[in-house]
């Protein structure tokens, strides 16, 4: 957009620094910061995985898109292209998580397949386990967190992708 790093930074609230590293990959961001970004450019995250070639309707475990979304959380991208949903599977290392709350449009649904995840809701907090799921608007301010000693697998489904 021909603007600054200053004025890039300043607008998402982060410094000048970490902005240039994160742009050099030298950093990765949480996902609140990468939400962040992401709306201030008026796109989404999913850009950030380039995306623009076409998917077959399978994908294998070495042909995913992976985005290594803050230290300790691992966004793996399941399909692409012209889609409703942005399904994801989540790899998160004990005690990494989010961030800061976010929020965005659509809606979201969870399946935790290993580990623990603790996600808040508007400050209202839940505890997921293994074959738990979990769904809810995106505008809904929300954070989470693995809590546990193990990491943390979750089958992420975001629509539309706008996440």
Excluded: C
Excluded at 2 to 30: D, K, P, Q, W, Y
Excluded at 87 to 113: D, I, K, N, Q, W
Excluded at 123 to 129: A, D, E, H, P
């Amino acid at each position: 957009r021909g603007l600054s790093l200053a004025n890039v930074a300043n607008a998402v609230g982060i410094s000048v620094g970490f902005l240039s590293a994160l742009e050099r990959s030298n950093m990765s961001a949480s996902v609140g910061t990468l939400r962040k970004l992401a709306r201030f450019y008026k796109t989404n995250i999913l850009d950030f995985f380039d995306p623009a070639e076409s998917n077959s309707r399978l994908v294998s475990a070495e042909q995913r898109k992976v985005l290594e979304a803050g230290p300790g959380v691992r966004m793996e991208l399941l399909a692409w292209g012209d889609t409703v949903m942005e399904p994801h599977l989540f790899r998160v290392a004990p005690g990494a998580g989010s961030g800061e709350s976010y929020t965005h449009e659509g809606e979201e649904f969870l399946y935790l397949l290993r580990g623990e995840l603790d996600i808040s809701l508007d400050g209202q907090g839940y505890r997921l386990k293994p074959g738990d799921s979990f769904y809810f608007e995106s505008a809904v301010p929300h954070t989470w967190k693995n809590p546990g000693k193990t990491e943390t697998w979750v089958l992420w489904i975001n629509t539309p992708p706008t996440f």
